[in-house]
């Protein structure tokens, strides 16, 4: 059994057999490995001191146990556990782990840049194999590493939140100026229509007030045209008259 198949490689112990299908329950109580809580992690004392010499390598594996908890799994009903190894790294190891990053970056075709899960569990990967590496010759100091490396993924984890909190804000931002856009769309067509009812009542009182024009100026041009007539027709009757009166007039002078 490798150490989780998609990792990158991340030294690990021989697997251990725990118990077989046959083995009872407080059989298998007795035979898991018990963990005594390392000083600096959970479960620890953070104010007790440090161990003696002879301890340390014992301390140390607790301490690894509590960063990269054993695997466990079941094979042909018996009970495996695989740990993670507590030999110390050499130059040789830690070379091998920067071509193994470097192929493992390739293989799952990983981004050079910008956000990319994959090459950020890659290099997650990558750092707790130099916790691991680190811890065994100084376990405080895979300690202080183990603190950053939490630190590092709490801080990401609030960038993501507010980020995907930021996506969901200008979701909500663009549909409401989608649908503001699809109302104001149909106000401006009912705008449009208005004008258009508008337009055509303008249009048909232009055209009765043109009819009302053209039938006043024709009866106007009748009404002169019979002034005109009455008025040539009292001219000649005055005219007639006074030729009458003058007529009547002259006789009697003579």
Same mark, same amino acid.
């Given at each position: *059994?490798?150490?989780?198949? @998609? +990792? &990158?490689a991340?030294?690990a112990?021989?697997?251990?057999?725990v118990?077989r299908?046959?083995?009872?329950?407080? #059989?298998?109580?007795?035979?898991s490995p018990? #963990?005594s809580?390392?000083?600096?992690?959970?479960?620890?004392? @953070?104010?007790?001191?440090l161990?003696?010499?002879? &301890?340390? %390598?014992q301390?140390?594996?607790?301490?690894?146990? %509590?960063?990269?908890?054993?695997?466990e799994?079941?094979?042909s009903?018996?009970?495996?556990?695989q740990?993670?190894?507590?030999?110390?790294?050499?130059?040789l =190891?830690?070379i091998?782990?920067?071509?193994?990053?470097?192929?493992?970056? #390739?293989?799952r075709?990983?981004?050079e840049?910008?956000?990319?899960? &994959?090459?950020?569990?890659l290099? %997650?990967?990558?750092?707790?194999?130099?916790? +691991? #590496?680190v811890?065994? /010759?100084c376990?405080? @100091?895979?300690?202080?590493?183990?603190?950053? @490396? =939490?630190e590092?993924?709490?801080?990401?984890?609030?960038?993501?939140?507010?980020? !995907?909190? /930021?996506?969901?804000?200008?979701?909500?931002?663009?549909l409401?100026? !989608?649908?503001g856009?699809?109302?104001?769309?149909? *106000?401006?067509?009912?705008?449009? !229509?208005?004008?258009?009812?508008l337009? +055509?009542?303008?249009?048909?009182?232009? /055209?009765?007030?043109?009819?009302?024009e053209?039938?006043?100026?024709?009866?106007?041009? &009748?009404?002169?045209?019979?002034?005109a007539e009455?008025i040539q027709?009292l001219?000649?009757?005055?005219?007639q008259l006074?030729?009458?009166?003058?007529?009547?007039?002259?006789?009697?002078?003579?």
């Amino acid at each position: *059994k490798q150490w989780y198949q @998609r +990792r &990158v490689a991340i030294t690990a112990g021989n697997p251990k057999l725990v118990s077989r299908s046959t083995d009872t329950k407080a #059989q298998r109580k007795q035979k898991s490995p018990q #963990q005594s809580p390392a000083p600096g992690v959970p479960g620890g004392t @953070r104010d007790s001191k440090l161990p003696p010499l002879d &301890v340390k %390598s014992q301390q140390a594996e607790d301490i690894l146990n %509590s960063i990269l908890p054993p695997r466990e799994w079941t094979e042909s009903g018996q009970l495996w556990v695989q740990q993670v190894s507590s030999t110390p790294a050499t130059r040789l =190891d830690v070379i091998n782990l920067q071509e193994q990053l470097d192929i493992r970056l #390739q293989q799952r075709q990983a981004r050079e840049t910008g956000i990319c899960p &994959v090459r950020r569990e890659l290099y %997650s990967q990558c750092f707790d194999e130099l916790i +691991r #590496q680190v811890t065994i /010759s100084c376990a405080e @100091r895979g300690l202080l590493l183990l603190r950053v @490396r =939490d630190e590092i993924r709490m801080t990401i984890a609030a960038y993501q939140t507010l980020y !995907e909190s /930021s996506v969901a804000f200008g979701m909500r931002k663009a549909l409401q100026a !989608e649908q503001g856009k699809t109302d104001m769309q149909k *106000k401006i067509e009912e705008l449009e !229509e208005e004008k258009k009812d508008l337009e +055509r009542q303008v249009n048909e009182l232009k /055209s009765k007030c043109d009819a009302i024009e053209k039938r006043e100026a024709e009866r106007r041009v &009748v009404e002169e045209k019979k002034h005109a007539e009455e008025i040539q027709f009292l001219k000649r009757t005055n005219q007639q008259l006074k030729t009458q009166l003058e007529g009547i007039i002259q006789p009697s002078k003579k």
